[in-house]
């Protein structure tokens, strides 16, 4: 029977604010490509966790927080994450407004 583990998605990727970033779907796949049953973010608290179902036979609790900690960190040397405010629009916002403006 799969073991449950949940972790503050905050302390696996500090770097990353906004819980639909793309890291967090490259996460929990180089997780399960580790052999772990499956890995998907919850809501509790008000703040997302990842959750990970491992096989207790083949990984102890130790190992699957090391194989998080590994991934976590090889995600945070590849890919660099900023976030900017200008004039107090979002990121987004500007991005949208940039496209917009081009296609007049």
Partial sequence: MAEKLKLDLSLVLPNVADERDACVGRLTRLLQAEGLGKAHLIHEDGSARL??????????????????????????NRFHHESLRIDGRSPAILRIYRYRKQEK
């Fill in 51 to 76: 959750c990970l179902h491992y096989d207790p036979q083949r990984f102890s609790v130790s190992r699957v927080r090391k194989l998080v900690k590994a991934a976590g960190a090889k995600l945070g």
